[in-house]
């Protein structure tokens, strides 16, 4: 029953910065596992972020480690994605997903939930 609505996609210029928001809805943050996902054209959706149901731990593809970082904020129950030094091959739909799950650790495998996406382009 896990439901995500990711928004804030838009289009920038490299160099930029966006911050993408994930919504969820029917269960805290504290049982949940979130990560962040994309998907370019012509390409395979691949993991991008996620954050433990702990809020402990926390994982980055290699690509974008250093430029994104993921956060989230109880109250809101709400998982956010900060991209910074923003490149045109961060192009792609981004997916929030998730799992029902307790632990100290994330993992892109296993994600049961997922977000319609939302388009973040990057171009001058």
């Known amino acids: 029953q896990l439901q995500l609505v990711e928004s804030g996609g838009a289009l920038v210029q490299p160099g930029g910065s966006l911050r993408l928001s994930c919504a969820v809805s029917g269960f805290a943050l504290d049982y949940c596992a979130i990560g962040w996902f994309r998907q370019a054209p012509g390409k395979e959706r691949e993991g991008v972020s996620c954050?433990?149901?702990?809020?402990?731990?926390?994982n980055y593809a290699d690509s974008v480690k250093g430029r994104f970082t993921i956060s989230r904020d109880i109250a809101e129950n709400t998982v956010y994605l900060q991209m910074n030094s923003l490149k045109p091959e961060d192009t792609a739909v981004y997916y929030c997903?998730?799992?029902?799950?307790?632990?100290?650790?994330?993992?892109?495998?296993?994600?049961?939930?997922w977000g319609k996406g939302t388009l973040v382009t990057v171009s001058s």
């Open positions: 997903a998730g799992q029902r799950v307790v632990g100290i650790f994330c993992s892109y495998y296993g994600m049961e939930y």
């Open positions: 954050i433990s149901s702990s809020g402990v731990s926390t």
